[in-house]
């Protein structure tokens, strides 16, 4: 054992460089860093849902495609285990907002043992709409899960499309 040892001011010199945050980079600091993150993450998941949406409510945050061409705005929603009543489709002004909630409940009994398990989860999504799109006409399907729905564009929009050749340089 040396002094060197002994004496607390000595042994700065054999400490790792401090980082640009002013910490130094020791192993217990390094594993803190990484489970602040690991808590920041997650919270910031449960607010904006588990799919990392802003514009969904809820854990339960389904995945929307939206796709356009020249006659129609074509949206599809996965709902899997869903039911039509529990969906709903409502246009306003320039958005489409679908709502729904999912409600699982399942229940078992067998000699001696009770099961029952619960889970429910609420969600909308709110779809920005171009102008042009004829709401009186849209139409809503829901097929093995997959939420479809059609708006079709007015006549209107669909004349103001030009197409600009494209030619090698």
């Not at 709502?99 to 969600?123: C, D, I, L, P, T």
């Amino acid at each position: 054992m040396q002094i060197s040892d002994l004496i607390p001011w000595g042994r700065d010199k054999d400490r790792a460089p401090a980082t640009s945050e002013g910490r130094y980079n020791s192993p217990l600091s390094i594993l803190q860093r990484d489970i602040n993150k690991v808590f920041q993450d997650f919270w910031g998941q449960v607010e904006n849902g588990l799919n990392g949406r802003t514009n969904s409510v809820g854990i339960f945050g389904p995945s929307v495609d939206v796709s356009e061409n020249d006659a129609s705005v074509d949206v599809a929603v996965e709902l899997p285990g869903m039911a039509e009543d529990d969906i709903d489709v409502s246009l306003s002004g320039d958005a489409m907002t679908i709502r729904g909630e999912k409600k699982v409940e399942q229940e078992e009994k067998r000699k001696g043992v009770y099961m029952s398990e619960r889970s429910y989860g609420a969600f909308y999504r709110t779809i920005p709409l171009p102008p042009g799109v004829d709401t009186d006409k849209a139409e809503a399907r829901f097929k093995h899960g997959v939420l479809t729905v059609t708006l079709p564009k007015t006549d209107e929009a669909q004349s103001k499309i030009k197409r600009i050749p494209v030619k090698a340089a």
